[in-house]
């Protein structure tokens, strides 16, 4: 060869590397979720696990069925968003393209988001069904929520996916409905840590050591405290002593949609045996024998017991929802608000989350804007975010079909909503028994039926209750009617039920307004404080207001398992109002 000739070949050599390298690198930079394809789908890349092989496998082995959704354009890492499902749901509960169209795996990955939906370990193809259960799925059991476990899961899974370059480890936000608010919920106390199955802390870590941390929450329709989910003592959000009335007819909704997953068998480690859970539960006997359970409840499936300054949140909840009132978002946010005035934490309050609630169609677009709009501050720098201990509430309204609720009401504290207490009561000695009331107009009110609406009518009890009422100026209640008075107890596991009612009295019907279950002492004497769960609604001038007391209100909530009676004295009825 010639030296003429070199020059010409090694410009040609390195013109035809320089033309790969391109190629080589676009090629390179193509995200791959967990190795698994994407395909363009709904103006976005959709990178799903198709088979049960391809799954990958949280921290001890057990497989779990995981989408990942990407911006149209991009090679990472992206700010991300964790949608999680509800209980018994699975990874497509959020990836329709019905329903609300502003909140699920397309809509954010529109926006800009990587978006990670995983199933939960005991449901769908996270060794739920039959078929899903192969190697490794041996303990994939559903633990209902265990912060150690199914929390900790997604935290491994989101670790994996820093390590391939797809999620930001400082922009990640989570959300989720129910079980997915309660796991969010979760991972914003835990922050920067897993909990250990021995209950410890360890710094949350991508597999290659990378340090991560949750940016922001959404919690929708939350939860807060585990033990409060199966039990209601009345006395505050967190509180344990003593033990609650059981929320019967919630507690069986939810272990008869548990046990359709995978469930451990019964006899073995505390923590996976809800079996055991039910039936104790279902005694209505809560004593040395339950402590455990009930502890384990506290400890590892809310945030109650969790140390540490939590991530900002936006905590949505519903004044109607009788499986998570909104005591339970108010735990939390008193807690916050408690550390500092100052701490990044706001309030969306509503007719909105669980049966009965209404989930007005223009309240619920109103906070999805909000949600998305704080997610893009926390996230991406982009907007404001919402003052410190901020409060947007709507209010129920009749019929429950209605496009919106009344407001929005806003605040700058959740106690700010109401500008007054409205207050009354009665002097005449009230008696409880634990027969209560009528059962059919109970078995009416009971959440999970379809005369359960807040909006129905019903013709008041004239049986065996205690009433004191007054007649309303137009108030609106906006948040929870307290009831005290001194209380003379006979009998063990007394309760006493409280419901609120809006009387008409043109028509003789009445409208269930609020509600709750207070835990009386065995025998007890002396002063009471009962905090119901709360509402926004206006009586209308002229209806009275009218405050019934019970000893029993199945199935909403257990009956006592032995016979009691109590004498009310001094009862008083207060409720916020503006």
């Known amino acids: 060869m010639s030296h003429a000739q070199r020059p010409a070949l090694l410009g040609a050599a390195v013109a035809t590397l320089l033309a790969l390298v391109p190629a080589a690198a676009a090629s390179a930079a193509e995200p791959a979720p967990f190795g698994h394809a994407c395909t363009p789908q709904n103006g976005v890349r959709f990178c799903p696990t198709s088979d049960l092989a391809s799954r990958p496998t949280s921290f001890d082995g057990t497989p779990l069925d995981v989408d990942v959704t990407l911006?149209?354009?991009g090679d990472g890492p992206f700010p991300t968003i964790l949608l999680l499902h509800g209980l018994g749901g699975d990874k497509t509960?959020?990836?329709?393209?019905?329903?609300?169209?502003?909140?699920?795996?397309?809509?954010?990955?529109?926006?800009?988001?990587?978006?990670?939906?995983?199933?939960?370990?005991?449901f769908g193809n996270s060794c739920g069904k039959p078929e899903s259960r192969t190697a490794g799925c041996e303990a994939g059991w559903t633990r209902l929520g265990d912060m150690r476990y199914e929390v900790r899961d997604i935290q491994t899974l989101v670790g994996q996916l820093v390590d391939e370059g797809v999620v930001n480890p400082g922009a990640i936000g989570s959300t989720g409905i129910s079980y997915g608010g309660g796991f969010s919920t979760m991972l914003a106390f835990l922050k920067d840590?897993?909990?250990?199955?021995?209950?410890?802390?360890?710094?949350?870590t991508s597999p290659k050591g990378t340090p991560i941390s949750l940016t922001a929450a959404w919690p929708r329709w939350l939860w807060s405290n585990g033990e409060a989910i199966f039990t209601r003592n009345g006395r505050g959000p967190w509180s344990r002593t003593p033990t609650g009335v059981e929320t019967q007819a919630y507690a069986g909704g939810i272990f008869a949609v548990a046990f359709s997953g995978f469930v451990a068998p019964t006899g073995g480690d505390l923590s996976s045996d809800i079996t055991l859970w039910k039936t104790q539960l279902d005694s209505g006997k809560f004593d040395g024998s339950t402590r455990q359970t009930l502890d384990n409840s506290y400890n590892y499936h809310g945030v109650a017991s969790v140390p540490g300054t939590p991530s900002p949140l936006l905590l949505q909840s519903g004044w109607t929802d009788a499986l998570f009132p909104v005591?339970?978002?108010?735990?939390?946010?008193?807690?916050?608000?408690?550390?500092?005035?100052?701490?990044?934490?706001?309030?969306?309050?509503?007719?909105?989350?669980?049966?009965?609630?209404?989930?007005?169609?223009?309240?619920?677009?109103a906070y999805d804007a909000q949600g998305l709009a704080f997610f893009n501050a926390w996230l991406k720098g982009t907007g404001s975010k919402p003052a410190p201990g901020s409060v947007t509430a709507y209010t129920m309204t009749c019929p429950a079909l209605a496009p919106a609720g009344?407001?929005?009401?806003?605040?700058?504290?959740?106690?700010?909503?109401?500008?007054?207490?409205?207050?009354f009561g009665t002097t005449k000695a009230l008696k409880i028994t634990s027969k209560g009331g009528s059962a059919k107009l109970a078995g009416e009110l009971s959440p999970l039926s379809t005369t359960g609406s807040h909006c129905a009518t019903h013709t008041p009890d004239r049986g065996s209750r205690a009433v004191l009422s007054m007649t309303s100026k137009g108030q609106t209640l906006i948040g929870q009617t307290v009831i005290t008075g001194k209380v003379a107890v006979k009998g063990r596991y007394g309760q006493l039920d409280a419901r609120v009612w809006d009387l008409d009295p043109a028509s003789g019907k009445q409208r269930l307004i609020d509600r709750g279950a207070y835990r009386l002492k065995d025998n007890e004497k002396g002063s009471f404080r009962f905090t119901l769960d709360g509402n926004g609604w206006k009586f209308p001038k002229g209806h009275r207001i009218v405050v019934e007391l019970l000893g029993r209100d199945a199935p909403t909530y257990g009956p006592s398992p032995a016979v009691f009676s109590a004498t009310l004295t001094k009862v008083k009825a207060a409720l916020p109002v503006r």
Request: glycine letters at 10%; zero cysteines.
């Open 193 to 204: 840590r897993v909990r250990l199955p021995d209950g410890g802390y360890a710094p949350w």
């Open 93 to 122: 509960s959020l990836e329709s393209t019905a329903g609300d169209q502003s909140y699920s795996n397309w809509f954010f990955a529109q926006q800009g988001y990587a978006v990670v939906t995983p199933t939960a370990r005991g």
């Open 71 to 73: 911006p149209a354009t």
């Open 327 to 365: 005591n339970q978002a108010l735990g939390a946010y008193d807690h916050i608000r408690k550390q500092s005035k100052s701490a990044p934490v706001a309030l969306q309050l509503g007719d909105l989350g669980h049966a009965p609630a209404a989930n007005h169609a223009k309240d619920v677009a």
């Open 406 to 423: 009344g407001g929005p009401f806003k605040a700058s504290s959740f106690t700010g909503l109401a500008a007054s207490t409205l207050r």
